[in-house]
């Protein structure tokens, strides 16, 4: 089975998700709850768009290290990938939004803050006007976003030709050099995208390591979700050409980089918690203060239980504990997504009720509608590419 | 110091070295050994040797190591010589964990890390200034070379030598060699 079809059973799963996303955004807006709904659009955007992201970026190192393993699992990360521009809209929504002052997510785009005569004016904020300033920002966003799709594009269009006309090291040498030229792009702008659409939300507080830890998280959450959607398939019947071997790699990958999340969350967190300066430790203080277990849980659970689950080289090859394993921590990033923008917004309000989880489910219901549609759009397993030979005989013990 | 008498067959590719080794097992000879200048993909299914515990005991390292930089640390920070630093007395082990992390992380790993290879040089009794116990000083370069016990396989030491002349090999010669330090 080489070609992927997409069943009616799951159309109407993800189309039933698509629905409770909606009945929850609905909820959210008419029981007078916008702040709580925009935030939540905010958590569930960033955290699939993030996944889609770490998917080009994968592509991206797979073609810069000439790596021949995971020529197999291309078109999963393709697939994944390709969720960039739906993702994309879902964040300009909220951009939009708080532009236009329909929602209050990023506090420094109220002008009253800038302005010495009124009484909201802050001098920390206002000093950063240079930079956070809604022209130069949207400049920003739009080039950052528009490159990256940009990229997405170019390398799945490449992949698709690739299947048609062969030519296999010319496209191996050409796709060298654009995933060069993107991970150099791509290297920079994770950080300005970090600190304009999350670390901006502190408006007042700041870290140097901010962009690092985001890009960790979605990296690991994008690895998890190609590894979910890999072992589905598998279970499915497709991708027979995907062994032991690879799952076994795409296992290493969860657990490594699950360790450089923590390694980086707790970077930051133990500086700012030894120097305790006021300006840093706001943004602890509140998150530990208000939500201190749930904040705590969500660190422990993406730690622990890769680190125990996944240990072992007979775990990394079981489907039952990497599915496990795989979807606790989908949530745990999800959650650290939360803790991303929640406190900010909402200060000590912040709840995880209907609202935040329905549209986290009506999120995952479009991405997984998106990326399923795409697997079907071209066979699930790349049919030239100069590294495929060696893919197929990968081995590892 | 036990030595003992082995017959050695010599390849100059890897490949080689276990399509020989296949075939001189599908005579229903039992290959003692083989010794390679790098890791040859598929040797160790060939030659049957069991999985490794190497990372069972490292485990075991760094358990030990995490256990005794907790105890000391506990010992050092807060029971011996409690002191302030950046405002945070340490008059307990949970409230200044996080200062405490990279200081348990890092014996975890130098444990770890240690015990790992002084492990492996124990199992495998290769210290360094240890005498060399490969046969033939190419195998640490480019050459390849299979190792078979002339008693214990029912075959005259001719017919084990006609065996290895059917396979690509490019010397044969038998050798004593080093096989128990103790």
Redesign the interface.
């Known amino acids: 089975m080489d070609q992927f079809t997409f069943t009616d059973k799951s159309k109407k799963l993800f189309i039933g998700l698509i629905a409770v996303g909606v009945i929850a955004t609905l909820y959210g807006i008419f029981s007078g709850q916008g702040a709580r709904t925009w935030t939540s659009a905010m958590i569930s955007g960033w955290f699939f768009f993030g996944i889609a992201l770490a998917a080009v970026f994968f592509i991206g190192v797979n073609n810069a290290a000439q790596a021949a393993w995971g020529v197999v699992l291309k078109r999963v990360f393709e697939g994944v990938s390709m969720f960039m521009p739906y993702g994309t809209l879902l964040l300009l929504i909220v951009f939009l939004g708080a532009t236009f002052h329909w929602n209050h997510i990023y506090h420094w785009m109220d002008k009253s803050l800038y302005d010495p005569s009124s009484s909201h004016y802050d001098a920390i904020i206002a000093g950063k006007e240079p930079y956070l300033n809604l022209p130069f920002w949207w400049i920003r966003a739009i080039l950052l976003l528009g490159v990256w799709n940009l990229f997405t594009f170019l390398f799945r269009k490449r992949s698709l030709v690739e299947d048609q006309e062969g030519k296999t090291s010319k496209w191996f040498k050409k796709n060298l050099t654009l995933a060069a030229i993107f991970l150099v792009f791509f290297g920079y702008t994770i950080h300005i995208g970090s600190w304009d659409w999350i670390m901006s939300v502190d408006t007042h507080w700041f870290s140097t390591l901010f962009g690092w830890y985001i890009f960790s998280g979605i990296w690991v959450s994008g690895i998890v979700m190609v590894l979910l959607i890999t072992i589905f398939l598998k279970k499915n019947g497709y991708l027979k050409e995907v062994n032991d071997s690879h799952i076994h790699d795409m296992g290493k990958w969860v657990f490594a980089i699950s360790f450089l999340w923590t390694y980086l969350w707790?970077s930051q967190?133990?500086l700012i918690?030894?120097?305790?300066i006021p300006e840093e430790v706001t943004y602890f203080l509140v998150r530990l203060e208000d939500y201190g277990l749930t904040f705590w849980g969500m660190v422990l659970i993406n730690f622990i239980f890769p680190m125990i689950l996944l240990?072992?080289?007979d775990m990394k090859r079981n489907a039952g504990v990497l599915t496990f394993v795989g979807v606790i921590i989908l949530f745990g990033h999800w959650m650290d997504s939360y803790f991303l923008f929640t406190p900010g917004v909402m200060k000590d309000q912040g709840v995880i009720g209907l609202v935040e989880i329905g549209m986290m489910l009506g999120y995952l219901g479009l991405f997984l509608f998106v990326v399923f549609n795409q697997l079907t759009k071209a066979p699930l397993v790349v049919k030239k590419h100069a590294l495929l030979e060696e893919s197929l005989h990968h081995?590892i013990? | 110091m036990t030595k003992e008498k082995y017959l050695y067959g010599l390849y100059n590719d890897d490949e080689l070295l276990v399509d020989g080794i296949k075939h001189v097992q599908s005579k229903g000879i039992k290959v003692n050994d083989a010794y390679s200048p790098f890791p040859v993909?598929?040797l160790?299914d060939v030659l049957g040797i069991k999985?490794t515990r190497l990372?069972i005991a490292a485990?075991l390292f760094g358990l030990t190591g995490l256990t005794l930089a907790m105890l000391a640390i506990n010992y050092f920070m807060i029971i011996d010589w409690p002191m302030n630093i950046?405002?945070?007395p340490s008059f307990n082990f949970y409230e200044n964990l996080?200062?405490f992390?990279?200081i348990m992380f890092e014996f975890t790993v130098l444990c770890a890390a240690h015990g790992m290879a002084i492990t492996y040089f124990f199992r495998n009794m290769t210290f360094p200034g240890m005498p060399a116990r490969n046969p033939h000083p190419r195998t640490t370069d480019d050459h390849f070379a299979v190792e078979i016990s002339p008693e214990g396989n029912g075959m005259s030491v001719e017919d084990l030598k006609n065996a290895l002349k059917e396979t690509e090999v490019v010397e044969i010669f038998e050798k004593e060699r080093i096989t128990k330090f103790v």
């Open positions: 707790f967190f133990m918690w030894y120097s305790d240990m072992s080289k081995h013990n | 993909h598929g160790e999985w990372a485990f950046g405002g945070k996080p200062a992390v990279p």
